[in-house]
């Protein structure tokens, strides 16, 4: 059984820093691309970044890139977010998804509240 | 950027069938997919690659694809069907997109 659970969320204040991990299981890790979705309280899903199976090929939603980096560990079967000069608009449940063949999104985890406020 | 216009909300009768549309320029060319997310649940992919359902979803869903519009079909609506539903598509950009979102009550 597939299993991606996130960690690391949390209360943040604007300009503030916080590294997202999400842990994988049930699958060959190294052998998938996988993403980072957010949701903002009430609205829709946004795609925030994704990373290649080698970490070769890496790729940010305009709205994160330069504050955001997404790396991930294939021998610890972990992925990761860090994220930088964070904004109120940042505030969201940020989910990781496994990715499939066109980029559809086969399995997500239970996502990580991040909240941003003074 | 690439982008996808799902109406805001669907409404339909138990046992009935549920359209949702995601419209895009030339989304005929692309592959989309589709996603369930139930009130505090992450979202679960339901239709990949236009109209193909993933082991456990129910044969009453299915997708199509063509011109400027997808669909998602809901048939025999039921009650459990409620949840909000997005499609995605993937765009030359590299980025992944996702549409605003068609929240499906069940009368």
């Known amino acids: 059984e597939v299993q991606l659970v996130e960690s690391g969320g949390g209360l943040v204040k604007p300009g503030g820093s916080l590294r997202l991990s999400c842990a994988a299981s049930?699958?060959?890790?190294?052998?998938?691309?996988m993403n980072w979705v957010r949701q903002a309280p009430g609205k829709g899903l946004e795609w925030v970044s994704s990373?290649?199976?080698?970490?070769?090929?890496?790729y940010y939603a305009d709205s994160v890139k330069g504050r955001f980096t997404i790396s991930r560990d294939n021998a610890k079967n972990s992925l990761y977010l860090q994220m930088n000069s964070l904004r109120a608009e940042d505030t969201a449940v940020y989910y990781c998804?496994?990715?499939?063949?066109?980029?559809?999104?086969?399995?997500w985890g239970q996502g990580t509240l991040v909240t941003v406020s003074s | 950027s690439y982008v996808l216009t799902q109406p805001p909300s669907v409404s339909v009768a138990p046992g009935k069938t549920a359209r949702i549309t995601c419209g895009g320029n030339?989304?005929?060319?692309?592959?989309v997919h589709w996603y369930q997310q139930k009130p505090g649940q992450a979202p679960v992919l339901v239709i990949y690659?236009?109209?193909d359902r993933p082991s456990g979803i129910p044969e009453r869903f299915s997708g199509s694809n063509s011109g400027n519009t997808a669909t998602l079909t809901i048939s025999r609506v039921e009650a459990g069907d409620e949840a909000d539903y997005y499609c995605?598509?993937?765009?030359?950009?590299?980025?992944?997109?996702f549409g605003g979102g068609t929240k499906l009550t069940v009368l």
């Open positions: 990373i290649s199976s080698s970490s070769s090929y890496i």
């Open positions: 690659y236009d109209s």
């Open positions: 049930g699958f060959t890790f190294s052998s998938y691309s």
């Open positions: 995605q598509v993937w765009d030359s950009s590299s980025e992944r997109v």
């Open positions: 998804a496994r990715e499939g063949g066109s980029s559809s999104l086969l399995d």
């Open positions: 030339n989304i005929g060319s692309k592959s």
